[in-house]
C-alpha cells in the first residue's frame, strides 16, 4: 500500500533535495512527504527540480521534530550511508523494499532520511526499527540525498509488483495454460521423430542425439499442454497431414 508510506527529510539544507526527492517519490507511486526543520521551505530550487511533483511538495508536512513525523506509524525504518556497529537490525536496499511494502499492508511506515553532511543523529536512530544501508562501491558509501530517495522507492515499487505478479500467477488457469505432462511430451517426441523420419532430416544426422537435444531444449522450455499442441499442429503439417493432431 504504497498510501501508508511516508518519506522523512530530517533537516534537509539544500532545497534542490527536497524537490529532486519529490519527483523521485512520484515517478515510484509514492506522495506523502514530511520535512522535519527544513533549512529552506518552500522554495523555487525545491519547485523548479521536482518538476511535475510539486503537488508532492505543496502537501509536504512539515514539523519540528523527527517524533512529530513518525506519529502514528508502527514501523520505522531509518536509512544509513554507514553500516554501524549497532545493535539495531540493517538490511539492504532491496529487503528494505519488501519490508516496507509488507508492513505497510497492514499500518502506516515511514522511511527516514538524515542530513545531506552529517545523516541522522543516534537519537533519531533509536526511533527506528530497522536500519537500511543501500550497498555501494568501497570508495565512497555516501549517495546524494535525492538519489537515496530514489532508490528506495523504487526497491518499494518492485516489491509491491512482485507481490502483483504473483497475486496474478495464483489465480487458476485455463487447462490447456497448465505445463504438459510427461506423457503428452513423450507424444511430442515421438511425433518429431516420425515427422522427421518422414522428412527425411535425420539422414546422416544421428537422430538419438538429435532427440536427446530436443529434450533439452523442451526441458527448459517447460511448454504447456496449448504450446505442445501448436507443435504437433507444426509437425503434422510439415508431414502433409492438414487435420487435427492425435492426442498422443
Ligand atoms: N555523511 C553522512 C552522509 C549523509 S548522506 C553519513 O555518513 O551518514 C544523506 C542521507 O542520504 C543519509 O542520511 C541517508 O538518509 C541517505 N543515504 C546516503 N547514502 C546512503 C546509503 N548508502 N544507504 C542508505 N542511505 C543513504
Known amino acids: ?14 532545497p534542490g533535495n527536497i524537490g529532486s526527492a519529490a519527483r ?15 533549512k529552506n521551505f518552500p522554495s523555487f530550487e ?8 510539486t503537488d508532492v511538495l505543496k ?23 554507514r553500516l554501524r556497529a549497532v545493535k539495531w537490525p540493517q538490511v539492504d536496499g532491496r529487503e528494505c523494499g519488501e519490508l516496507i511494502h509488507n508492513e505497510s ?7 527516514v532520511f538524515g542530513r545531506e553532511r552529517s545523516g541522522l543523529s543516534n537519537d533519531e536512530l533509536e526511533l527506528c526499527q530497522t536500519l537500511v544501508n543501500i550497498t555501494t562501491g568501497e570508495a565512497y558509501s555516501s549517495l546524494n540525498l535525492g538519489q537515496a530517495v530514489q532508490v528506495l522507492s523504487y526497491e518499494i515499487l518492485m516489491a509491491s ?3 502483483e505478479v504473483l497475486k496474478v ?22 511425433h518429431f521423430i516420425d515427422a522427421l523420419t518422414d522428412l527425411n532430416f535425420f539422414g546422416k544426422r544421428n537422430p538419438e542425439h538429435i532427440m536427446r537435444k530436443l529434450r533439452c531444449l523442451y526441458g527448459r522450455a517447460r511448454p504447456t499442454q496449448r504450446e505442445v499442441q501448436i507443435m504437433r499442429g507444426i509437425l503434422s503439417y510439415a508431414q502433409g ?5 492425435p492426442e498422443k
Open 169 to 190: 500467477q495464483d489465480e487458476p488457469l485455463d487447462e490447456k495454460d497448465t505445463l504438459a505432462s510427461n506423457d503428452q511430451l513423450e507424444g511430442m517426441y515421438n
Open 105 to 111: 499492508k497492514r499500518h502506516e511506515v515511514a522511511l
Open 161 to 163: 509488483r512482485k507481490d
Open 24 to 38: 523521485a517519490m512520484k515517478n515510484m507511486g509514492i506522495t506523502q512527504l514530511y520535512l522535519v526543520e527544513p
Open 46 to 53: 525545491a519547485s523548479q527540480l521536482a518538476s511535475s511533483a
Open 59 to 81: 502537501n509536504a508536512v512539515v514539523v519540528d521534530t523527527l517524533a512529530e513525523a513518525l506519529k502514528g506509524c508502527r514501523f520505522v525504518c531509518g536509512t544509513t550511508a
Open 1 to 14: 500500500m504504497l498510501d501508508n508510506i511516508r518519506i522523512v527529510l530530517v533537516n534537509t539544507h539544500h
Open 241 to 245: 497431414r492438414r487435420t487435427q493432431t
